[in-house]
């Protein structure tokens, strides 16, 4: 069966640490991170296409842009959450450790409330390191 699908990338800069692991990513630090977005459909819409570019751009760049750009990304165990909210500083607050795994995780989640049906997130952390989701 022939599957087409669009894939728009983002960036984005955040910082993060890591709970209970023993290694350097202990410690606050920041990436750039690519965030590749993959939308897959057998059947394309009355424009001939999965999704237009324009609006995968608007609707995923917008939330990502308000919400894990320049953002301190942290459990909501961390206790620096408290702290960075004392100051004002912008934060988004994972369920389990901000790994690349739940990055991509809580993009794909946030992407599937929007409406955008996201066959698979992958989560760029540095060039070489990438962590994907994607529905079987
Ligand atoms: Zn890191």
Redo the contacts with the bound molecule.
Sequence with gaps: MEKFSVKKVFEIAYA?RLLDYNGK?ENL?G?NGIVEIIVETVKLDEMSMVMDFVELKNKAGRWLNDNLDHTVILSKKDPLAKILKEQNQKMFLTDENPTAEIIAKTIKDEMNKMGIKAKEIRFW?TQSSMAKIEEE
């Design positions: 993060h990513c630090h990436h952390e």
